[in-house]
């Protein structure tokens, strides 16, 4: 059964300061990795999806990277601000066999961005 | 990719009550998808929903307390049943997307009282 570890659990930093959230799966026999991120009470917001075959996804400030081998995403957030502050989720979907494929979700890292 | 208009996004019931949480997608989809998040957890999958068939639900959701609706390829509604306090969660409704990636619903965030 894959399990989804997030650390740390919550993460407090001044605005500017460039910040690493880790990401490590049991099972690397993994389709994709994405990254999401969470505001209070809402939904989430796709980030980044990085396939099993890639290495690393860039999407402006953000940079994801994946280690199949090692069962570890990073997500890397550049020159942070105020308005990154959120939860970031990351979720693994298992390798394609036919089927729908159950996707298991982290429970992410609560990030504050100081002023 | 697709997007997802979610309603209502908050509501406060009482319990023994009941509440439906409707989601409509701007684009034709097979499967949708129901979630539970439990206040400090992770997202736990509810049921998938495929238009013109029953839902299928995981382990420890049944439809009576969970009823889905699917009645075409762009729309779905849960139904919470019976509402008891341990019920209060973040309800999101989820689809596919390219690259086999999800774009979610902006959630329902429901308090029983």
């Known amino acids: 059964k894959q399990e989804v570890t997030q650390i740390p659990a919550a993460l407090s930093v001044p605005e500017g300061e460039n910040l690493v959230l880790n990401c490590s799966f049991t099972?690397?026999?993994?389709?994709?990795l994405q990254w999401f991120r969470q505001d209070p009470g809402k939904g989430l917001t796709s980030l980044l999806l990085?396939?099993?075959?890639?290495r690393e996804q860039t999407s402006g400030r953000l940079n994801a990277s994946l280690d199949k081998s090692s069962g570890r995403s990073t997500l890397y957030i550049a020159a942070s601000q105020p308005g990154d502050s959120a939860t970031y989720l990351c979720?693994?979907?298992?390798?394609?066999?036919?089927?729908?494929?159950?996707?298991?979700f982290g429970i992410g890292t609560k990030l504050q961005v100081i002023p | 990719s697709a997007v997802i208009s979610q309603k209502p996004s908050r509501d406060i019931c009482q319990r023994g009550t009941s509440l439906t949480i409707q989601c409509q997608v701007d684009?034709?989809?097979?499967?949708m998808f129901w979630y539970r998040q439990q206040p400090g957890q992770s997202l736990t999958l509810i049921a998938t929903?495929?238009?013109?068939?029953?839902?299928?639900?995981e382990s420890g959701f049944v439809i009576d307390k969970f009823p889905i609706s699917r009645p075409n390829l762009t729309f779905s509604t849960l139904t919470v049943s019976n509402m008891s306090p341990e019920d209060s969660s973040i309800y999101l409704c989820?689809?596919?997307?390219?690259?086999?990636?999800?774009?979610f619903g902006s959630g329902t965030r429901l308090t029983v009282v």
């Open positions: 979720a693994v979907r298992p390798t394609f066999s036919g089927g729908y494929q159950k996707v298991t």
């Open positions: 099972d690397s026999a993994i389709y994709n």
């Open positions: 989820s689809v596919m997307t390219g690259g086999y990636g999800y774009t």
């Open positions: 990085i396939q099993s075959s890639q």
């Open positions: 684009s034709q989809v097979t499967m």
């Open positions: 929903a495929n238009q013109g068939s029953e839902a299928t639900y």
